[in-house]
């Protein structure tokens, strides 16, 4: 089965770079990598490159890159996704974007790509994430034995850490927008007692940060909406295949994520332009599936605004009072 994994890189080599390793040390060989740079106003590119030839010294072990793979590694420079005439089944694609668009927009580039290459399924993986050698094989095996092969996610832990972020991915309530991650915050050993089943009948998206898609889904579905540009993404994904397509959980898929690298947006920190992104998201959400709940979304998010300030004004009070 060819596969195709696409890492998408704004200004963040380091970590991209150390999730291509993990995704090549893969016992399951992917048919192709593609990273995608999303116009990184840094020397991302150049230090990509510099990595695929080999000459490179930054030590990728320190973010959690696993032995590194030889080199050089065949590495096929591409603009745009305009042509792919020069990538064979192997190879490391570079895709170049001439302009930032965004998650969803970065993310389609890479999936343009690949469908056009022949990939069976689509991996998509956030670039501050690192993956275990068996996870790739465990997601294929678990997407493909549903009867209608849809999305698959994984088992999302927090790095070096046996506390489990995301049990493939959550539940979105459409009256206030807001989501909920399965299995947030289990240590592994209970994260573990629930079965793939338990999981599936729980969730109605699969979590961004590890997605699989088969070829038929991105097909008859279509590309991520560009409209998002970030966050949400993977509601609205899922919400446009409902009824259509099985989403799967791969608890066997090990996933390692640093949070938030690229974005700014964490349980640690939240930067304003992440948190105006993340709003506008859930409105668009909101709009497009359940116009109805607009009201209740828009006083949901009112709420969660006011309860943020209110927290960072006793937090900042508190700070004071030390003093």
Known sequence: MRIGIVIL???????SLACA?????????PTWVVIVDNASPNDSVRWIRHWAAG?????????????????PIPLVDVINGNSSDDVQPGSVVLLRNCENKGYAGGNNAGMRLLLKLGADAVWILNNDTVVDPGALQAMLNR????PRPGLCGSRIQY??????????GGKTNPWTGLSRLEGHNLHVSTALEYSADEIERKINFIYGASVMASRAFIQQVG????????????QDWANSSKG??????APDALVYHKEGATTGFSKHKIKPLSLWYLTRSRILLTAKHNYLALPTVCLS??????RLVWRRCVAARSRMSCF
């Open 143 to 146: 997407l493909f034995s549903k």
């Open 301 to 306: 998010i009112l709420f969660a605004a006011i």
């Open 55 to 71: 000459k490179m010294d930054f030590v990728l072990s320190e973010l959690g890159a696993p032995s590194l793979s030889p080199k």
């Open 21 to 29: 390793e993990s995704v090549l040390a893969s016992t399951y060989t």
């Open 244 to 249: 259509k397509f099985d989403l799967a959980y």
């Open 223 to 234: 590309m991520m909406d560009e409209r998002f540009f970030l966050y949400c993404e993977e």
């Open 159 to 168: 790095m070096n850490s046996d506390i489990v972020q995301c049990c493939g």
């Open 9 to 15: 890189n704004y200004q963040n080599w380091q970590d």
